[in-house]
């Protein structure tokens, strides 16, 4: 059944290596989002990589085809109320993975990652492939 999915920056990764998992199931769905964080990241990787022009010439192709969220207000709102939760659950886990939290549950949107710290956010639905 096709949702609405905003991608973390692992499971970019894995469709640029050609994971087949990743690969089969982006065929079938047709809402996938990106967030200007997770566009922060693959950047910030392909500047430092071994072949920066070839990286970041394939991040600028995807990000043409894939749509991002930024972050506003809401966003924000949003970030401090999950980091204000996994602070009194003593549960931290990275900035950036708190402002891709943030976009997916703004735009209800289920997040595809392979990160597991993301369950310690109990309201986020999620999906790894």
């Given at each position: 059944?096709?949702?609405?999915?905003?991608?973390?920056?692992?499971?970019?990764?894995?469709?640029?290596?050609?994971?087949?998992?990743?690969?089969?199931?982006?065929?079938?769905?047709?809402?996938?989002?990106?967030?200007?964080?997770?566009?922060?990241?693959?950047?910030?990787?392909?500047?430092?990589?071994?072949?920066?022009?070839?990286?970041?010439?394939?991040?600028?192709?995807?990000?043409?085809d894939t749509p991002a969220?930024?972050?506003?207000?809401?966003?924000?709102?949003?970030?401090?109320?999950?980091?204000?939760?996994?602070?009194?659950?003593?549960?931290?886990?990275?900035?950036?993975?708190?402002?891709?939290?943030?976009?997916?549950?703004?735009?209800?949107?289920?997040?595809?990652?392979?990160?597991?710290?993301?369950?310690?956010?109990?309201?986020?639905?999620?999906?790894?492939?």
């Amino acid at each position: 059944m096709p949702g609405r999915y905003l991608l973390d920056t692992n499971i970019v990764i894995a469709l640029f290596r050609s994971d087949p998992l990743v690969e089969t199931r982006l065929r079938d769905e047709e809402e996938v989002y990106l967030s200007s964080v997770v566009l922060g990241e693959l950047i910030y990787g392909a500047r430092i990589s071994g072949r920066p022009s070839d990286n970041l010439d394939r991040i600028a192709q995807f990000a043409a085809d894939t749509p991002a969220f930024g972050c506003d207000a809401e966003t924000a709102d949003h970030y401090a109320l999950i980091k204000a939760e996994l602070r009194a659950k003593g549960r931290p886990i990275p900035e950036n993975d708190l402002w891709i939290a943030a976009v997916t549950m703004q735009h209800n949107l289920i997040l595809v990652t392979r990160d597991g710290h993301f369950a310690e956010i109990e309201s986020l639905r999620r999906e790894a492939w």
